[in-house]
C-alpha cells in the first residue's frame, strides 16, 4: 500500500512542480511530513540538508531519499526501503519525461506565440512564490530553535543565515565554502 501511495504522491509532486527542486520543496513537504506522516519535520529538513549536498538536483535527491525514509519508517526493510527510494525517484521524474517527450515538438512549433509567452509570464510569479515557500517551511524551531530554547543555537542559526545570504548574494561566495561553514558551526552547537 506505501509504495502505490509513494507513486502516486511523487507522480503528483513531479506533474505540478514547476520552479525546479528547490520549488518542489514545499509540495514534498507537505505530502510527506503533513499529509502522509511518512516522517517528522526534523527527519524531513535532513533530507532536504542532504539532498543540497549530494550531486544532482535537490529535488530529485529529496525525492530518493524521501521514499527510503517513508518505507523505512514504515517498518520494512532496507531492500524494501531502496525499492521505495527507486519508485519515489521514477515517479517524480516519468511525469516530466512525458509531457517533454509529448509537447517538445508543440513547444518549438508555437514557442514564439503570444498565447505561449502569456503562459511563462504566468508562470514565472507562481515559481518564485514556490521557492520562497520552501524557503519559509524551513524557517522552523527545528532549523533555528529558539531564544527561549537554545538561544546559543538560534543565535548562531541566524548568524549563519545572514553570513550565508549576503556572502553569496552580495560576494559571490562559493556554496562549496558557505556549506564548510555551516558544518564547522554546526560542530560548535555540540559544544
Known sequence: MIFLQLFITFFQIGLFGFGGGYGMLSLIQAQVVTHHHW?????????????????GPVGINSATYCGYAAVHNAGMGNMAAIAGSALATFALVLPSLILML????????????PAVQSIFAGLRPAVVG????????????????????????????????????VGTKFYKVNPIHMILLAAFAGLLLLY
Open 39 to 55: 516522517m517528522t519535520m526534523g527527519q524531513f529538513t535532513d533530507i532536504v540538508a542532504v539532498s543540497q549536498m549530494t550531486p
Open 102 to 113: 509529448a509537447i517538445c515538438k508543440l513547444f518549438m512549433r508555437y514557442m514564439n506565440t
Open 130 to 165: 514556490l521557492l520562497g515557500a520552501a524557503t519559509l517551511l524551513l524557517m522552523t524551531a527545528d532549523n533555528f530553535s529558539t531564544p527561549q530554547t537554545d538561544p546559543w543555537q538560534f543565535w548562531i542559526s541566524v548568524a549563519l543565515f545572514v553570513v550565508t545570504f
